[in-house]
């Protein structure tokens, strides 16, 4: 390969690079494209002078059409983790209805904010999606998913008064634990479901720091303490006089007050409803749900209010005896 004459000065270099890049001139330059283009717009033809085939016209109408299409379905799917990782939940639809799925986890935040090490529930993210899932029009059901280890008493029976207040059909499932405030929770939707190797810790009303040692300090403890024992017997099949006595067991527990039970005593001492998964929550949710819009009330409820009634029944008995 030859080599160009050496350059003597700079003005020999910029003449070499102007001839060297020099356009020949039957190419028409960038303003002279533009103007055609334009020019042929105003009469309607496409720009550029080719006429596209129709197969050509098709075939980006597809694609064109394609995109749109899995664009949003990368919406969809990118809101969907959105909502998951901030508010802890999913809202999924399908010929059986929607069913909007909130979890529970960790401690059960309350007025004073826990540390970022801890994983926590905070009242003030789940008390509006329930009042939002009550009311919207889309979502037909809810269902909880429970793995809590207590926390704050006035945080969490705040959220299971909510619950249970609602008129849609709600399930909660206990997977791995329910202990301490969780035991409301559990009990407040309206069909109850505990796996088989879940635990629960039921136990008295504890406050950790600085109390102020007098009896008034011990009256509020057990005010509180009904307030949580009137709201669990309520809310299942379980005794009062039953439940006090789960509570106060000694020797069980190594350094508390208290009794854990797994899934199938839970179900047996009528704390809980039923011992299963999912697949068992999905399918009375879906029961519910069909129930609700058909008008009729499905044979689950009417056992339960039967159960419930039963309970209170024996309970206004031996009052008056």
Excluded at 67 to 93: K, L, N, P
Aim: proline residues 5%.
């Amino acid at each position: 390969m030859n080599s160009p004459p050496p350059a003597n000065t700079v003005a020999e270099v910029i003449v070499l690079s102007e001839e060297k890049w020099k356009l020949p001139t039957d190419v028409p330059l960038g303003r002279d494209i533009l103007q055609k283009n334009e020019a042929q717009m105003d009469s309607g033809a496409p720009a550029g002078g080719a006429q596209p085939s129709k197969g050509a016209q098709q075939g980006g109408a597809q694609s064109g059409g394609g995109a749109q299409q899995g664009g949003d379905e990368a919406v969809m799917s990118e809101s969907q983790r959105r909502q998951i990782q901030e508010t802890a939940s999913s809202t999924t639809s399908s010929s059986k209805g929607v069913i909007h799925c909130l979890t529970i986890v960790g401690q059960i935040e309350g007025h004073q904010i826990l540390p970022q090490e801890v994983k926590s529930t905070k009242y003030e993210h789940v008390m509006p999606q329930l009042a939002a899932i009550e009311e919207s029009p889309e979502i037909d059901g809810l269902l909880i998913l429970l793995n809590t280890v207590g926390g704050d008493i006035e945080a969490g029976l705040a959220i299971a008064e909510l619950i249970a207040s609602m008129k849609k059909p709600t399930v909660s499932l206990v997977l791995g634990g329910g202990h301490s405030i969780g035991v409301p929770l559990a009990v407040a939707a309206k069909h109850s479901i505990i796996a088989p190797s879940a635990a629960m810790t039921i136990h008295p009303v504890r406050l950790t720091g600085v109390v102020i040692g007098v009896p008034q300090t011990y009256n509020y403890f057990s005010k509180i303490q009904d307030r949580i024992v009137s709201f669990v017997t309520k809310h299942s099949n379980i005794s009062r006089r039953r439940f006090i006595e789960m509570m106060m067991k000694t020797g069980e527990l190594a350094a508390d007050v208290g009794t854990v039970i797994y899934g199938e005593e839970a179900v047996r001492c009528g704390l809980i409803d039923q011992l299963g998964g999912l697949s068992d929550a999905l399918e009375w949710l879906h029961r519910e749900i069909r129930a609700q819009k058909e008008g009729t009330v499905s044979g689950a409820q009417q056992a339960k209010k039967g159960a419930r009634g039963g309970v209170r029944a024996r309970r206004i008995d031996k009052t008056l005896e």
